[in-house]
């Protein structure tokens, strides 16, 4: 069994690492060294919010102009006006025949745009962006 040794700070003298006092002038002895513990890793620990993004991404995607991954990130007024914009879009859409589905084929590609941008963003970004500064569109 390796013994490890603490030099006294006073006379030099070598003492086992586990004494507290030199066995030579009873001089307290530094800690013996430790093994450096492990910082914890930032990354390792989940990011609040982040569970987000996988989640308003493919809402985003999937369902796109009803705004649901507004809700899902918290922005209940954007989410309101998505959805309401989409709905009006449909009924014009409906009224005119036709004529104005391009209507609602805008709010759902915003929706697939801001799903496509939520998920390129890192978990960091992502939370920065839209969880800490609530940016509300894009
Ligand atoms: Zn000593």
């Not at 013996?32 to 989640?55: E, F, N, R, T, V």
């Not at 959805?83 to 104005?100: F, K």
């Amino acid at each position: 069994m390796a013994t490890n040794y603490v030099s006294c700070p006073n006379c030099h003298s070598q003492n086992p690492a586990n004494f507290q006092t030199c066995t030579n002038c009873g001089t307290m002895l530094p800690i013996s060294p430790m093994p450096m513990q492990p910082m914890p890793q930032y990354g390792a620990q989940k990011l609040p919010g982040a569970d987000k993004k996988i989640a308003a991404g493919i809402c985003g995607i999937v369902l796109g102009g009803l705004g649901i991954h507004k809700f899902v990130l918290g922005y209940q007024q954007e989410g309101i006006i998505m959805l309401s914009v989409y709905l009006v879009s449909i009924v014009i859409a409906m009224v005119t025949c036709g004529i104005g589905t391009p209507l609602v084929l805008v709010t759902t590609v915003i929706g697939i745009i801001e799903g496509i941008i939520y998920l390129t963003k890192s978990d960091e970004e992502f939370v920065q962006t839209y969880v800490l500064n609530k940016k509300p569109w894009f």
